[in-house]
């Protein structure tokens, strides 16, 4: 399967792209389905989500880039070049926890309510996202002949994205 989606005006727009974008969508219809459940209203969902979804993406880079830093210190430029690939879930997550935690003291908030609110939403937009690393043909385990392998350059290999 081919990386690109389509493209628009000589942009490629990337499978991986759509589906993380499928994924925040999914995880951000559950949080406020989970919300609901605790009279917490979708607008305070909303207002975590657009300082915490930016701040993640930030936090996924330079969480990459720190783990590849003999690579970025020999290529400054390519920092900020998150279309070339390289975001780590755990940088996001550290990202958007902090952001949550500094909301929810500005707000008065229940700080780990949220946490159980939105967990699950990123749990299900993970899911959602990894089916980038399957079309991207990265993120996969050692060879094997189980029957679950899928095959990547001719070699059969675990599915582990």
Known sequence: MDRVAFSIFGIDIMWYGILITLGVILGYVVAVKLAKMENISENTILDILVWALPLAIVG???????????????????????RGGGLAIYGGIIAAVITCYVICKKKNLKFLKLLDIFMPAIALGQAVGRWGNFINKEAYGTPTNLPWAITIDGVKVHPTF
Do not use: T
């Not at 996924?60 to 998150?82: M, P, Q």
């Open 60 to 82: 996924a880079r330079a969480y990459y880039v720190i783990f590849e830093w003999d690579y970025y210190s020999k290529n400054l430029g390519e920092i900020i070049d998150i």
